[in-house]
T-cell receptor
Framework: RKEVEQDPGPFNVPEGATVAFNCTYSNSASQSFFWYRQDCRKEPKLLMSVYSSGNEDGRFTAQLNRASQYISLLIRDSKLSDSATYLCVVNMDGEGTYKYIFGTGTRLKVLA | GAGVSQTPSNKVTEKGKYVELRCDPISGHTALYWYRQSLGQGPEFLIYFQGTGAADDSGLPNDRFFAVRPEGSVSTLKIQRTERGDSAVYLC???????????FGNGTRLTVT
């Protein structure tokens, strides 16, 4: 089983739609979780950290489910500018290392 | 303030040659990470440093790859006897401390011909 798994997509959605991505992780000791956004031929940029209680930033909501070992990202009222690849990142705490493992990314295309 | 800086931005080399890729992290960031990314894939972990020491090098694919961070700031990723399969974007990231979010540089696009 991969350490961090994401559906690669692409997800093609119309403007204004709500879209959700899930990401599963294998290490139950992981403590830190993040969502990054990556535009074509650019470096990943932090979108939001994911906290145990869940958190919201404008149109974006991230949630953590420790029991089922997954995190989710919800985007409401999608904009054309949301088109990008969304990378799930898990910090492999608890094994004497703090390496961050990335998923393969989920491609989102928001259509006019 | 300045972000993470990587040089060169592009590097074309012939198979079998040696290359060095440089990363200058955000000032004060103690943790520094190297990743490589191929088209359509997420960044693949290579190695990370906490201060001057390599805390985890489990992602280095083989002994042709080596990285150093002698003074706990700038890091160099070294690849010996390059192969065509080494072609990728090499990303460097730093964080204020372990467990906090990563900040990435623009990457070095390595092409081995």
């Amino acid at each position: 089983r991969k350490e961090v798994e994401q559906d690669p997509g692409p997800f093609n959605v119309p403007e204004g739609a709500t879209v959700a991505f899930n990401c599963t992780y294998s290490n139950s000791a992981s403590q830190s979780f993040f969502w990054y956004r990556q535009d074509c031929r650019k470096e990943p940029k932090l979108l939001m950290s994911v906290y145990s209680s869940g958190n919201e930033d404008g149109r974006f909501t991230a949630q953590l489910n420790r029991a089922s070992q997954y995190i989710s990202l919800l985007i409401r009222d999608s904009k054309l500018s949301d088109s990008a690849t969304y990378l799930c990142v898990v910090n492999m705490d608890g094994e004497g290392t703090y390496k961050y493992i990335f998923g393969t990314g989920t491609r989102l295309k928001v259509l006019a | 303030g300045a972000g993470v800086s990587q040089t060169p931005s592009n590097k074309v080399t012939e198979k079998g040659k040696y290359v060095e890729l440089r990363c200058d992290p955000i000032s004060g960031h103690t943790a520094l990470y190297w990743y490589r990314q191929s088209l359509g894939q997420g960044p693949e972990f290579l190695i990370y440093f906490q201060g001057t020491g390599a805390a985890d090098d489990s992602g280095l694919p083989n002994d042709r790859f080596f990285a150093v961070r002698p003074e706990g700031s700038v890091s160099t990723l070294k690849i010996q006897r390059t192969e065509r399969g080494d072609s990728a974007v090499y990303l460097c990231a730093s964080s204020l401390e372990q467990g906090l979010p990563l900040h990435f540089g623009n990457g070095t696009r390595l092409t081995v011909t």
